[in-house]
């Protein structure tokens, strides 16, 4: 079966503007969560989706904010971009609160 | 809230020997341990987890091992061959809370043939 698809898997913005990035979770999957990955921080959690409801935020700033459609597919938008917003963003889905797939993430490079 | 450390942090040994990653947790309420397993390009894959209500899980290979009263967990892979070479990640999160998977700095791995 297809497994978590994240759109685009590249991805070079300018200070200041904004992104959005798309993932596409395993059919059936209701749970979405997203992460960031950086050589400093490590994996660190974003916020996660359960049929369309935010049921968990990590601590970034509100420039970070995410949603999921009824499709279970879900978008996350960092508003005003920071160099510091560099990173790989996964994208996990799971039918529940377990067993989490990623897709193989979108990198953003902020310049 | 939780916080996860991983050790070692870079870890080489020769194929076919043994490897072992250890890795601790702060929070109590933690019941979920899934091990992840990264190679370069590609997200991290689900190689293996544990409840808190299991001690041991054995999966061909590798295995995961939880002392809940010293809050740690380990990750165990024998005969090692150079396609696990990869960076290894624990995580621990609390099942019924959503997902909120707190992970631990990771372990590179080098198999060496």
């Known amino acids: 079966k297809a497994g978590v698809t994240q759109t685009p898997r590249y991805l070079i913005k300018t200070r200041g503007q904004q992104v959005t990035l798309s993932c596409s979770p395993i059919s059936g999957h209701r749970s979405v969560s997203w992460y960031q990955q950086t050589p400093g921080q490590g994996l660190q959690f974003l916020f996660e989706?359960?049929?369309?409801?935010?049921?968990n935020k990590g601590n970034f700033p509100g420039r970070f904010s995410g949603r999921q459609f009824s499709n279970s597919r879900s978008e996350m938008n960092v508003s005003t971009l920071e160099l510091g917003d560099s990173a790989l963003y996964l994208c996990?889905?799971?039918?529940?609160?377990?067993?989490?797939?990623f897709g193989s993430g979108t990198r953003l490079t902020v310049v | 809230g939780e916080n996860v450390e991983q050790h070692p942090s870079t870890l080489s040994v020769q194929e076919g020997d043994s490897a072992v990653i250890k890795c601790t947790y702060s929070?109590?309420?933690?019941?979920?341990f899934p091990w992840y397993k990264q190679e370069l390009g590609k997200g991290p894959q689900l190689i293996i987890d544990i409840r808190s209500n299991v001690g041991e899980k054995k999966d061909q290979r590798i295995a995961v091992t939880l002392n809940k009263t010293a809050k740690h967990f380990s990750l165990h892979i024998t005969e090692t061959q150079p396609e696990d070479s990869a960076v290894y990640f624990c995580a621990a999160s609390t099942l019924g809370a959503g997902n909120k998977l707190t992970f631990g700095g990771g372990t590179r791995v080098l198999v060496k043939p």
């Open positions: 996990a889905s799971s039918v529940t609160d377990y067993g989490y797939t």
């Open positions: 929070d109590s309420a933690s019941n979920y």
């Open positions: 989706y359960f049929s369309e409801t935010q049921r």
